[in-house]
């Protein structure tokens, strides 16, 4: 995705997105930007303490990563996450893991949409039967991703029957 992050931030958000955010439940907004028809949003998530994933210590935390993900939209605006992912790293000397990235349940980890803006857009080909092309677009993420999207979508959905058609 093509979005620039040397932006203006905001503390004031709209309800609508301090919704959209903790409906994940997962996630807490920092901070907001508004931008024509693009909202960009800065979060972070609830968890405070984790574990090394390969001997069980306690994790320090090291630094943050941006991860931008696309979220379902809010007031008809495509909501950009920006997430401040945590990089933690092992507290036992001994262990062979040095540092890891945070992964959450609401997107899959390196995949440019939400689980649930994924099945939002293939909602919009499946059930409205709009274009592909068209949702790539609007979505502004390439064709193949979408098309990818609405594949995957369709094994996260059981509301959907058969048979697809997809434009
Ligand atoms: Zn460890």
Known sequence: MKDR?????SATCDNALQHAIESLGELRLIKCHEAGHKIVAQVE????????????HPAKAKDRRNSIVQDLPVNNKR???????RVWACSNPQCPQNTWTETADFVSSRHSLTTR????????ALINHVPVAQLAREWNVSWATARSSIEE???LSTSWSEPWSIL
């Open 153 to 155: 979508a369709k094994h």
């Open 5 to 9: 992050i040397d932006i203006e931030w």
């Open 117 to 124: 803006a994924k099945l939002g857009l293939a909602h919009q």
């Open 45 to 56: 998530t609830l968890k405070k303490s984790a574990n090394c994933p390969t001997c069980g």
């Open 79 to 85: 909501l950009v996450l920006m997430w401040r992912k």
